[in-house]
Each structure stands twice: as C-alpha cells, then as structure tokens.
C-alpha cells in the first residue's frame, strides 16, 4: 500500500485507502461522491466510522436513528463540519439532498456504542502555533466525544497561505512510549483556491524515510510512523482532515522532533 494517494474523479464510493492494508492496522479511509436526489447504503462491519461533510446536504438513517437536513456547508473552507458516528456492526443509509461529498473515516473497533451527530455549534475550535506556523484546529471528535467512542480521534486543520502545521515537526509512533502514544493517521487534504498546492514532508530520524509530496486538492496521505509537517503554498489556504487511532486509548500526546523544538522559545 502506498502511503500517498492523488486525486482522483470517481462517483459514488471511492475506497483511498482499503480495509486491513498492510501499511495501517486500525485505520481506512474513502469517499462518498452523489448527486441529489441519490442514495448510498453499506455497512461498517469491523469499524466504527465518521462521516464527514465535505459539500452538501443529506440526511442519514441509522440503526433507528434518522437525521435530516445535514450539512450546512458549500465546501470546507465556508464553515465548520456536520459529522455523523455510525458505530461497528451498523448499517447506514445517506439520500442526498443536495450534491454531496463525505468522507468516510474508519477506525478498527470492537465496542459498538450509539450513532450520533457532532454539529456545526459541536466543534471546538483551537488557535495554534506563532509566527508563520499558526493553523486553526477543528476538533470533531475527539475529548468531546470520550465515552461515545471506541477509538477514533478526528478533526480539520486550516493552513494560513504560506504557514506550516504539525509543527514544529512532530510524530506519534509509540518509539518513546508511554511519553509518546502509538497512533495511525490519515490526511485527506483541499486547497482554497481549488489549483493552489502545498507540501507534505514525511521523514523519520534515521533517515529509512526522508520523503516531500506535492499536495493538491483532494490528494490523501497515510501516516504509520514518523514526522509529518505539512507547509501552505503562498497565496493558497491548505485544508486538511485527520484522523487517528491506536490501541493505547485516546490521549494524543505528539512528540516534537528535538532538533526542532527549540522554536517553542521564539517570540
């Protein structure tokens, strides 16, 4: 499995990045592309799965759950994120309102808790960083969601034009645990405006990965291990979704590179 996907046009179910790969233990990932008027129906089997609105509205009917009218956003830079938990062991059914594009985060679980939705007015919204790292965090589900989960860890990340994140550069491969938890991510980026790009940098300290991916819009990454700092093109915002999950619970904890940790103490 390789750990960068590029864009790609398909309608309907797009698998990114499949079920029990060789690369990822806990996590998958893909996308759900409709027009209006259309339906899409499937089953979560082994994992507990978000999905997210990325464009669009639809309602969704779970277990004997329905919601209507979800989504409240043309494209993710216009607004925060409707959500919606479907537990393990689920099917779910989605009739687009709207065109419409979700993706579908996966995350490895046995427990099968209650499907439930995280609102606009539901997500917390962080200010991280200084000087020309600064970003803005969207937490989904994540602290707010302990107990109603198995796993997961999900949320956004808006890059400033020309600023980094994940920065200073940071991992959470479990090497220096407990300091440092063990947890799997997944990228799934955008770009405002829509032709802009950015950078993914991928490397770890013994230099068995030193790896720089152009990023566009709608391009994917999967993150096993190592540092992971993401830079924003000048003029472009980069956008991205994430989410994690390990078997050593939900505290994410990122270990910052030593050698890079020292802009902290910048003014």
Same mark, same amino acid.
Not at 1 to 14: L, N, S, V
């Given at each position: ?55 669009? %509205? +639809?309602? /969704?009917? *779970? ?5 209507? #009218? ?5 494209? &993710?830079?216009?607004? !925060?994120?409707? %959500? +919606?938990? /479907?537990? *393990? ?5 989605? #009739? ?5 594009? &979700?993706?579908?985060? !996966? ?161």
């Amino acid at each position: 499995m390789e750990r960068f996907y590029k864009a790609k046009a398909i309608e309907g179910y797009q698998e990114i990045f499949q079920e029990n790969s060789s690369l990822l233990k806990y996590l998958a990932f893909g996308k759900i592309s409709i027009k209006a008027d259309q339906e899409y129906t499937s089953e979560t089997n082994d994992f507990e799965t978000a999905l997210v609105f990325l464009k669009g %509205t +639809a309602a /969704i009917s *779970c277990e004997d759950q329905t919601w209507e #009218k979800l989504g409240e956003r043309e494209n &993710v830079f216009s607004g !925060k994120a409707t %959500t +919606a938990y /479907i537990p *393990c062991q689920s099917k779910y059914v989605i #009739k687009a309102q709207t065109d419409l594009e &979700v993706a579908v985060c !996966k995350v490895k679980a046995e427990e099968k808790f209650d499907p439930f939705v995280v609102k606009p007015d539901d997500v917390i919204i962080h200010q991280r960083g200084k000087n020309n790292w600064k970003r803005e965090v969207h937490d989904i589900i994540a602290s707010n969601a302990e107990g109603q989960v198995q796993r997961m860890i999900l949320g956004e990340t808006f890059n400033h034009a020309g600023e980094w994140s994940s920065y200073p550069p940071h991992k959470h491969d479990g090497e220096h645990y407990p300091e440092e938890p063990n947890l799997e991510e997944i990228y799934y980026y955008q770009t405002n405006p829509e032709q802009g790009f950015g950078v993914q940098l991928h490397y770890t300290k013994d230099g068995s990965i030193d790896d720089a991916y152009i990023i566009r819009n709608g391009d994917s990454f999967a993150i096993d291990k190592g540092y992971h700092p993401v830079n924003a093109a000048g003029g472009y915002q980069v956008y991205y979704l994430w989410f994690m999950a390990g078997e050593e619970g939900r505290t994410l904890k990122p270990f910052d590179d030593p050698d890079h940790k020292w802009v902290h103490s910048l003014n």
